[in-house]
């Protein structure tokens, strides 16, 4: 009868997408520029405190991509939209972030 119950608040676990090769190449281009600006830090806060919002944020690109196109891809716009929609996006975003960080520090 209660078995339900057990099950109420569960949540399911969270692994992390692995990006199609165009969703790949605009999360780069994104990271790039975060890591180039110095912004690696308080990006990574940034997703990290709003990573229940992760599928409002892909929603949010959708809806600015028309005015968003004037200045960037479309194409990657749409990509990193629909990468960002998924659930675990932002750990591999935060990762790649990482990563791309150490590569710059360790050339330096």
């Known amino acids: 009868m209660f078995n339900w119950f057990k099950r ?9 997408p ?4 165009a969703q790949a ?5 994104v990271c790039r520029e975060i890591v180039r600006r110095q912004m690696t830090l308080p990006a990574q806060m940034l997703f990290q405190s ?11 690109l959708r ?3 028309p005015v968003l196109a004037a200045v960037l891809d479309p194409a990657g716009i749409r990509d990193f939209a629909s990468f960002l929609e998924q659930r675990g996006a932002l750990e ?3 990762r ?11 050339k330096a």
């Open 50 to 60: 709003s990573a229940p919002l992760h599928f409002l944020g892909g929603q949010t």
């Open 18 to 21: 692995l990006p199609s090769p």
């Open 92 to 94: 591999y975003i935060c």
């Open 25 to 29: 190449v605009a999360i780069d281009a």
């Open 63 to 65: 809806f600015f991509e």
């Open 96 to 106: 790649r972030l990482e990563d791309l960080h150490v590569n710059i520090e360790t």
């Open 8 to 16: 109420a608040f569960s949540m399911e676990v969270s692994n992390s």
